[in-house]
Each structure stands twice: as structure tokens, then as C-alpha cells.
T-cell receptor, first 114, second 119 residues
């Protein structure tokens, strides 16, 4: 079985300051891990993915995440928040290959303060 | 727009009625997925198809739920005898599984969802 825990349901940061969204995972196998973003009235969009290559993964819009096996973590970061980053972010885990079923966390709502 | 489209976007129905949602995936994608998202939760997997074959169903998919993808293109999700607990956002996604046998896992393209409210 696999699962993810998003440690914060809501994060607020000021525009121009760093963003940190925390995620811990649990998996019986070496997992594939993803971050998806959901803007209001928009479909979920893939930000980035880790599939056992480089542990530091770069995604779209300046986001990146680091896979740390020893800490079972996959935290999402961005050096400088922009107003357009306000959205719901989901940490997602799946089996490495052959299984298309994604397991989502409960989400972190990111608010950007002007 | 060549993304995943879902119809209707919103549906309000009375308890006991049947509802049907339609999903049109990205045209070249051979895999299609249904997820359900309730308020304050992340999406939960319901079922998925490769072409017209339904390959996996979640325990969440009770006997009142049925999904089809008859020609391997669009899909429908029908809920019979709706209950208030069925109120949720129903999300459709599609992906392309490569012919090499390695799944393109996680690169799902989602539609904007169909929101169901059961009164």
C-alpha cells in the first residue's frame, strides 16, 4: 500500500518570499512521486515528477522538489512566490511502473499575500 | 482546445435519480481514468480503461456506478439511484501508454471536472 501525508492544509506566504509545501510518503516499493496543482475552476496540472532518476526534480513555473529516501519526504519549494501561484497543491504517489492508480494527498492551499 | 473535456460541468439532481457524465479524452490517448474528489480531500481513484477495456475498479465504485468506454474514445460514468453521499466532483483524466511496455505513469491530463450535487 502507498500513501502521502501533506503536513500543512494551508500555507500563506508574502509575494517574493520562498514557498515550502511539505509532503511525506509511505510506500512498499520505490515510488513514483508527483506534485499536481489545481487552480480554481481549472483542471489538475502536473507540476513535476520523480521516477527514480535525479533526486532533485525541476518543474514548471520555477518549482522544484527533492526526493529524500532517508526522510521519506518530497517537499515542494520555490525561491520566490508570485501571486499566480495561489492554488491547491497535491502531493501524489504511485507504484513505479505498470500501475496507473495515483494516490493523492489531502492538498495544501497556498495563499499569496500581496 | 485539445485538452480533456467533461460534460456537464455542473449537475444538480434529486436523490434517487440517475445521472450520467461524459468525458472526451485527448484524442491520441489510449488510457482514460475516473477520479472522485470531495470537499477538502484529494481525488480518489475510481476506475480506468485502456482503449475500451476496463482494467481496474476501486472498491469505491459501488454497484450503482457503471463506467463505459465503448469505442475506446469517449467515456461515460453513470450513477444510478443517486444518494447525497455521491455529491462530489467527478474528474476524468487521460494518458498515453507507450508501446515499449513501460507505463507513462503519473503524466495524467485532467479535465475540469463535473460537479454533482444530490439534494
Amino acid at each position: 500500500a502507498q500513501s502521502v501525508t501533506q503536513l500543512d492544509s494551508h500555507v500563506s506566504v508574502s509575494e517574493g518570499t520562498p514557498v515550502l509545501l511539505r509532503c511525506n510518503y509511505s510506500s512498499s516499493y520505490s515510488p513514483s512521486l508527483f506534485w499536481y496543482v489545481q487552480h480554481p475552476n481549472k483542471g489538475l496540472q502536473l507540476l513535476l515528477k520523480y521516477t527514480s532518476a535525479a533526486t532533485l526534480v525541476k518543474g514548471i513555473n520555477g518549482f522544484e522538489a527533492e526526493f529524500k529516501k532517508s526522510e521519506t519526504s518530497f517537499h515542494l519549494t520555490k525561491p520566490s512566490a508570485h501571486m499566480s501561484d495561489a492554488a491547491e497543491y497535491f502531493c501524489v504517489v504511485s507504484l513505479p511502473f505498470g500501475n496507473e492508480k495515483l494516490t493523492f494527498g489531502t492538498g495544501t492551499r497556498l495563499t499569496i499575500i500581496p | 482546445d485539445t485538452g480533456v473535456s467533461q460534460d456537464p460541468r455542473h449537475k444538480i439532481t434529486k436523490r434517487g435519480q440517475n445521472v450520467t457524465f461524459r468525458c472526451d479524452p485527448i484524442s491520441e490517448h489510449n488510457r482514460l481514468y475516473w477520479y472522485r474528489q470531495t470537499l477538502g480531500q484529494g481525488p480518489e481513484f475510481l476506475t480506468y480503461f485502456q482503449n475500451e477495456a476496463q482494467l481496474e475498479k476501486s472498491r469505491l465504485l459501488s454497484d450503482r456506478f457503471s463506467a463505459e468506454r465503448p469505442k475506446g474514445s469517449f467515456s461515460t460514468l453513470e450513477i444510478q439511484r443517486t444518494e447525497q453521499g455521491d455529491s462530489a466532483m467527478y474528474l476524468c483524466a487521460s494518458s498515453l501508454r507507450g508501446t515499449s511496455g513501460r507505463a507513462n505513469t503519473g503524466e495524467l491530463f485532467f479535465g475540469e471536472g463535473s460537479r454533482l450535487t444530490v439534494l
